[in-house]
């Protein structure tokens, strides 16, 4: 009996995991880069490893106990310089946090969805009014109210995951062409590639 319950316990645990963070962060980090940048009509501004300086400044401020860690230079204040000098297990934490944990992608079953899903919201936020997390919801069938819940989670789950896959793609898509108009223009050519990479990736995933 012992031995069934523990064998149970495993099968069950083997089929109710999620999506995993650990496999999903050094995707993020081959599309984003690990260089300090500061680009010409970039909206996000200083940035390294992904991470642009206000989401820094943003996560060291709300935790009073980061401060120490998020002052690299040590001059008690965090500035651009500060990330400049930022290690990779220094945003670790940030995308696990401020991403990954935000669209609750532990609970989404299948791995390239939930990158996918993900690398959306890292790379475009989650738009005016939750506008690109409504975007997925309206896809997989539920009322689009810009939240994470049980129902958008339990929908997301039950799409046919390459169906969900294949739209949610072709969504990024059409959006990186609706705003890529203007200074935003020269961006696009590094958007596709994004894409492109992970769509590279994922082909070594089961997504169906």
Same mark, same amino acid.
Request: charged share 25%; net charge positive.
């Given at each position: 009996?012992?031995?069934? $319950? +523990?064998?149970? =316990? =495993? +099968? =069950?645990?083997? +089929?109710?995991?999620?999506?995993?963070?650990?496999?999903?962060?050094?995707?993020? &980090?081959?599309?984003?880069?690990?260089? =300090?940048?500061?680009?010409?009509?970039?909206?996000?501004?200083?940035?390294?490893?992904?991470?642009?300086?206000?989401?820094?400044?943003?996560?060291?401020?709300?935790?009073? @106990? /980061? !401060?120490?860690?998020?002052?690299?230079?040590?001059?008690?204040? &965090?500035?651009?310089?500060?990330?400049? *000098?930022?290690?990779? $297990?220094?945003?670790?934490?940030?995308?696990?946090?401020?991403?990954?944990?935000?669209?609750?992608?532990?609970? +989404?079953?299948?791995?390239?969805?939930?990158?996918?899903?993900?690398?959306?919201?890292?790379?475009?936020?989650?738009?005016?009014?939750?506008?690109? @997390?409504?975007?997925?919801?309206? @896809?997989? %069938?539920?009322?689009?109210?810009?939240? &994470?819940?049980?129902?958008? *989670?339990?929908? !997301?789950? /039950?799409?046919?995951?390459?169906?969900?896959?294949?739209? *949610?793609?072709?969504?990024? $898509?059409?959006?990186?062409?609706?705003?890529?108009? %203007?200074?935003?223009?020269?961006?696009?050519?590094?958007?596709?590639?994004? $894409?492109?990479?992970?769509?590279?990736?994922?082909?070594?995933?089961? &997504?169906?």
């Amino acid at each position: 009996m012992k031995y069934y $319950l +523990i064998l149970t =316990f =495993f +099968i =069950f645990s083997s +089929i109710c995991k999620g999506a995993d963070f650990e496999t999903f962060f050094p995707h993020v &980090i081959k599309v984003e880069g690990v260089l =300090f940048t500061v680009t010409q009509y970039d909206k996000g501004g200083a940035t390294k490893f992904g991470v642009t300086y206000s989401t820094y400044k943003t996560w060291c401020d709300s935790k009073p @106990i /980061e !401060i120490m860690l998020c002052d690299k230079d040590g001059n008690g204040r &965090i500035t651009k310089n500060d990330l400049r *000098l930022t290690v990779l $297990l220094d945003v670790k934490p940030i995308y696990k946090k401020c991403y990954w944990d935000a669209v609750k992608a532990d609970s +989404i079953k299948n791995q390239a969805v939930a990158e996918l899903f993900v690398d959306f919201i890292i790379n475009s936020g989650a738009g005016y009014k939750n506008s690109n @997390i409504k975007a997925v919801q309206r @896809i997989v %069938g539920v009322v689009a109210d810009g939240k &994470i819940g049980e129902k958008t *989670l339990k929908a !997301i789950n /039950e799409y046919p995951p390459q169906k969900l896959y294949n739209k *949610l793609h072709k969504h990024r $898509l059409n959006y990186y062409y609706s705003i890529a108009h %203007g200074t935003q223009k020269t961006f696009l050519k590094g958007w596709l590639n994004r $894409l492109q990479t992970l769509k590279s990736i994922h082909k070594n995933y089961k &997504i169906t």
